[in-house]
């Protein structure tokens, strides 16, 4: 890849989506992880049913990161053109990769983390937009870490310092929202109100970036979403006109 990322253009780029579509964003986000709340509030007290708190949890975030993958897919010309039922429709196809991905690629990073944390670091950064390449390309799960290891490949560090800079936005919001919460009390509803509220504001920045990253990389920051995203037709070039006499 000759393209370089930019990274300060890189995190700009994905702030600016996160506040034109903040519309979209949030209100997605606080949806499907409302469910993810309620459920563990249910069932986490119960250890029989802690598998189905996790896969709620993996199915939630999937369809959330696919869906935010396929918005800014969708903006590339500078307005959205789909609904957002349209845009969780599209990432249907791919929830099954998309889950099998994560879950692949959260076992290896956690174990390289075990490993010294360095190669956690390597890995977390070489698949930082295997989501984009699963919802956008369509390889196979096992191909896609290694068409996302091909698009950040020289672009490593530039890759690493933007997943840092988010990394830290995260944390310190959780902190903070953490630290509000514990000022109303000791109370589980106030927690899960409050981590819902951190959640819901900061899922949004981490599925911008990897999906700007991708877009950077690959050298199609700009151009318009492929046509029939939402299952419509390409339409037809107009005919060529007369030349006049």
């Known amino acids: 890849m000759g393209t370089k990322l930019d990274v300060g253009g890189t995190l700009s780029q994905a702030f600016s989506i996160y506040k034109e579509q ?65 845009l969780i429709e599209s990432v249907w196809p791919v929830v099954l990769p998309l889950i099998g991905a994560g879950i692949l690629a959260g076992i290896g990073i956690g174990i390289g983390f075990l490993l010294l944390i360095v190669p956690g670091l390597i890995l977390l950064t070489i698949w930082a937009v295997l989501a984009p390449v699963i919802v956008i390309e369509r390889p196979g799960v096992f191909s896609a870490f290694g068409r996302s290891r091909e698009i950040v490949r020289g672009n490593g560090w530039q890759v690493f310092g933007v997943i840092v800079t988010v990394f830290l936005i995260i944390f310190i919001a959780g902190l903070i929202f953490g630290a509000i919460g514990a000022a109303f009390g000791d109370s589980t509803i106030v927690t899960i109100i409050f981590n819902l509220i951190a959640q819901t504001l900061t899922a949004p920045i981490a599925a911008l970036i990897a999906t700007v990253i991708y877009f950077r990389l690959t050298g199609a920051i700009g151009a318009p979403a492929e046509p029939g995203l939402s299952g419509q037709p390409t339409p037809p070039p107009p005919p060529p006109t007369a030349p006049t006499v």
Do not use: M
């Open 22 to 86: 903040a519309g979209v964003l949030l209100p997605l986000a606080f949806a499907f992880f409302l469910v993810v709340a309620v459920v563990n509030a249910l069932l986490a007290s119960t250890f029989i049913l802690l598998p189905l708190t996790f896969a709620v949890s993996i199915i939630a975030s999937t369809l959330f990161q696919g869906t935010v993958v396929q918005l800014v897919r969708d903006v590339q010309d500078g307005q959205r053109d789909n609904t957002v039922g349209e």
